[in-house]
Nanobody
């Protein structure tokens, strides 16, 4: 499975961005996709996840009610709509996928940079 993110950029605090992650390859084996982020000098952290089949979602408390994860099965694409952005949301955002029956995210994109200015 190959993952390619897009949609990052520079935005002012309070603004919005939508990230996209296009999956290709053995996508039929995917069960769950997620977004992670890594801010400068910090460890990578979980942001949100979605079940590829059911659409069930789960968010980190820091983004809940501001970010929305969704997917388009026909396009093999997952999205992250980010609203009310804060400077602390500045990070490289990574898309990840895992197969059914596994607990680790095996596939990762190259990342896309989101910078929120104050």
């Amino acid at each position: 499975v190959q993952l390619v993110e897009s949609g990052g950029g520079l935005v002012q605090a309070g603004g919005s961005l939508r990230l996209s992650c296009a999956a290709s390859g053995r996508t039929f084996s995917m069960n769950r996709m997620a977004w992670f982020r890594q801010a400068p000098g910090k460890e990578r952290e979980f942001v949100a996840t979605i079940n590829w089949n059911s659409g069930n979602t789960y968010y980190d408390y820091s983004v809940k009610d501001r970010f929305t994860i969704s997917r388009d099965n026909a396009k093999n694409t997952v999205y992250l709509q980010m609203n009310s952005l804060k400077p602390e949301d500045t990070a490289v955002y990574y898309c990840a996928a895992r197969n059914l029956g596994t607990s680790k995210y095996e596939y990762w994109g190259q990342g896309t940079l989101v910078t929120v200015s104050s």
